[in-house]
């Protein structure tokens, strides 16, 4: 069986493709254009997709003609979508407390010296050579081992 | 009494479908979302990826294409114009066939600098472990070569320290032959680089004070310590300067070239990699769905007709539905790193 006709409402899927090829474009100029709070440059960026997804669903995908029955759809989906990072946020995405990532520990010291000298000189190896119980004839993996090896232990080893 | 929504089954069904979809991407998007804000400032930029936003743009703008193209070969059902619904059928299934083709270009620069989930190295540490155990496998395969052609026995061949002495031996036997020899000289010369490298990472001390893996050459160095100095430890710029020599050495530096990756720590890289691939991976196999769609309404040939309307229908709201997925994962992935 044939869907309901809607012959009646004309719609220029032209003009929406050059409305998508503009927005499009859009995004790629306010990400050239680098703003000095990248946060401003994330907003805008995501509006324009917003916005494209609008044009996309509401004129190729029908639903600005289709009935009511689009919101019974869509509305959970959408809770879901933005419910979902909100309830994440705290716990995952805004560490207000000092995370215990080993390398996160570690990370401001040795990537500030390790950045500072353009990635080819100094940076320290330090902390995390966690092959203290390496077995080189099985070719380890690297394990966090979480403690530093201080240079203490050589002196053992040379004994 | 009128009941039910006035659209066909089919239709419905595929709604119904799209909604979950949504719930599915919504997933793998949301988390993603969370993890990048939860990263921060040290959420690794497109020079550690290696995203260019250029090639990202370009399927933006491909799928977008094939959008419209799909609105088309819908209208033209509905206006029982065939072959030009054929005809933009064709149109939009190569145009998904380049997708997949520039997503296969991205990929493969990701496989080149070793960007996948759980190869990546995150601190200078973790990079130097990691050229060490590259620079082993790089070793055992080459020193494979005299076991497998049986030129040495030993017990154990993957004991390189009872192996390596076995080769000397045969080298120096006079039952091996001239091509041979020199081979062996330069495995030995490897895994003697590759040994130095190895007792400097285990120790922590640094490649260029203690020049050597002797054991003289570290006491030597540590008596010239005065009180409370320790030696300096390996750096990762060390390490790196030193595989390079091992890249251009005439010999086995195409060997080493192959089997080790240059040396880049990316924060966060791993968590990136893991984000990067499902996202990208889940979507390319949809846009492959979308293409068995299409290629069984493009099979019919001549027999496409009315009883196909629906079924195009659909499949276009399919495909609308995978472009809105990249609408969203363009900005999140290219431009908001």
């Known amino acids: ?70 919101f019974i759809l869509l509305a959970p989906t959408t809770i879901l979508a933005i419910g979902l990072p909100l309830a994440l946020m705290p716990d995952v995405g805004v560490a207000y407390y000092t995370p215990t990532a080993p390398q996160k520990g570690e990370w401001g010291t040795e990537m500030a010296e390790y950045r500072a000298a353009h990635a080819h000189e100094d940076g320290h190896g330090a902390g995390y050579d966690a092959d203290s119980d390496h077995a080189a004839e099985e070719g380890a993996h690297d394990e966090h081992a979480g403690d530093d090896q201080s240079s203490e232990g050589h002196d053992d080893a040379a004994h | 009494m009128k009941m039910g929504i006035p659209i066909a089954d089919a239709k419905l069904g ?62 033209a059902m509905g206006d029982k114009r065939y072959a030009d619904a054929r005809k933009w059928l064709g149109l939009t299934m190569l145009l998904a066939v380049l997708f997949l083709c520039i997503k296969g270009i991205e990929y493969r620069g990701k496989f080149a600098h070793d960007i996948l989930p759980g190869h990546i190295p995150e601190t200078p540490a973790q990079a130097i472990a990691k050229v060490d155990r590259e620079l082993e496998a790089v070793i055992r395969e080459d020193l494979a070569y005299y076991t497998y052609y049986e030129l040495v026995s030993v017990d154990q061949p993957n004991d390189l320290a009872t192996l390596v002495p076995q080769i000397q031996a045969f080298a120096q036997s006079g039952k091996a032959d001239a091509g041979d020899v020199a081979k062996a000289g330069d495995s030995i010369e490897l ?147």
């Open chain 1, 1 to 70: 069986m044939s869907d309901d006709d809607h012959g009646s409402h004309h719609v220029n899927y032209l003009a929406v493709f050059f409305a998508l090829c503009g927005f499009t474009a859009l995004s790629v100029v306010f990400d050239v254009m680098s703003f000095e709070n990248h946060a401003i440059t994330i907003v805008l960026v995501m509006a324009v997709a917003v916005a494209k997804a609008l044009c996309v669903m509401m004129f190729f995908m029908h639903l600005k003609f289709e009935g009511n029955w689009k």
């Open chain 2, 14 to 75: 595929m709604w119904l479908f799209l909604g979950t979809e949504i719930m599915f991407f919504t997933a793998f998007i949301g988390t993603y979302i969370v993890v990048r804000i939860s990263g921060g400032a040290g959420w690794p930029g497109p020079h550690d990826t290696h995203i260019d936003v250029f090639w990202g743009g370009l399927n933006t703008f491909v799928l977008i294409v094939s959008s419209f193209f799909v609105v088309l070969a819908h209208a």
């Open chain 2, 191 to 337: 895994y003697k680089k590759w040994q130095n490298l190895h007792q400097h990472k285990v120790a922590n001390v640094s490649l260029t004070a203690v020049p050597s893996a002797e054991v003289s050459a570290y006491r030597e160095a540590r008596n010239a310590l005065n009180e409370g100095e320790k030696l300096p430890e390996l750096t990762l710029g060390e390490v790196t300067t030193y595989l390079n020599d091992m890249k251009a050495d005439q010999s086995y530096g195409a060997a080493v070239t192959a089997g080790v990756f240059d040396p880049h720590p990316v924060l966060y890289g791993n968590l990136f990699a893991s984000c990067y691939f499902l996202m990208t991976g889940f979507h390319a196999i949809h846009v492959l769905v979308g293409m068995i769609l299409f290629g069984m309404a493009l099979y019919a040939g001549a027999n496409l007709n009315e009883n196909w309307l629906n079924w195009v229908e659909n499949s276009g709201l399919y495909w609308h539905f995978v472009d809105l997925v990249w609408i969203f994962l363009f900005p999140l992935l290219y431009i908001a790193s």
